[in-house]
């Protein structure tokens, strides 16, 4: 069965967003597994228990988290990963990024830190070949939710959202939240998918039979 893996960051950012309900229907229309980091329970509580005292987003997350499955210990994990000292890459997405060769899935992930850690890994030390076509960003994600559900309904979740993220300021921004349709906010979202599409290639998945498995 095909196995979807999911970095904190985007799970952090459904919630954050006020897109919870969306991604879950996303999620019950996928066809496979999906994974999830074993910290995440434990950073959420963190977060959102004792920084934030927000206990309307911890039960947020603790309904997403129900959709998913921990991810396992690895089978056979390449030392050779620990002994890179990499700015932007943390063990969670060692764990990912070493998950993903066991398997047949793709990756999601919403940090670009670690992209870019990832190109710098001398591919005579770890061969990376076996990522190639399958990872995808927050804003593969965060087009396929607007795309797939009312313009209505994302702008009334949106409403009362403060988000300090550039992201989200362009292309949440309040003209473009007011607008009769989704197209404005589409075409800023467009412009970032097309540069990750440039400037993280080849590990990005563009080809469309790897995106139906996600977007049915």
């Known amino acids: 069965m095909f196995h979807f893996l999911?970095?904190?960051d985007i799970l952090?950012?459904?919630?954050?967003?006020?897109?919870?309900?969306?991604?879950?229907?996303?999620?019950?229309?996928?066809?496979?597994r999906h994974f999830r980091l074993s910290a995440i329970p434990f950073v959420a509580k963190t977060r959102y228990l004792k920084k934030e005292r927000n206990t309307?987003?911890?039960?947020?997350?603790?309904?997403l988290l129900e959709f998913f499955e921990e991810i396992p210990s690895l089978v056979s994990p390449n030392e050779k990963w620990n002994q890179i000292n990499l700015q932007g890459l943390d063990?969670?997405?060692?764990?990912?990024?070493?998950?993903?060769?066991e398997r047949e899935g793709l990756l999601y992930t919403g940090d670009k830190n670690a992209l870019?850690?990832?190109q710098k890994i001398p591919t005579d030390f770890i061969n990376l070949s076996y990522l190639h076509g399958k990872l995808l960003t927050w804003e593969d994600v965060l087009m396929h939710l607007l795309k797939s559900h009312p313009w209505a309904e994302i702008q009334n979740s949106l409403k009362d959202?403060?988000?300090e993220d550039g992201l989200f300021r362009v292309v949440f921004s309040k003209e473009n939240r007011g607008y009769q349709n989704n197209s404005k906010s589409l075409a800023a979202l467009e412009s970032y998918v097309k540069e990750n599409q440039a400037t993280f290639s080849p590990f990005l998945a563009t080809n469309s039979e790897s995106l139906q498995r996600i977007f049915p």
Do not use: C, H
Not at 12 to 32: A, Q, S
């Open 91 to 101: 063990s969670g997405e060692v764990i990912l990024f070493q998950s993903l060769k």
């Open 56 to 63: 309307a987003k911890y039960k947020l997350m603790e309904d």
């Open 12 to 32: 952090f950012k459904v919630v954050d967003w006020g897109l919870t309900p969306y991604f879950i229907d996303m999620i019950k229309k996928t066809r496979g």
């Open 161 to 163: 959202i403060q988000v």
């Open 6 to 8: 999911w970095d904190n």
């Open 116 to 118: 870019k850690a990832l």
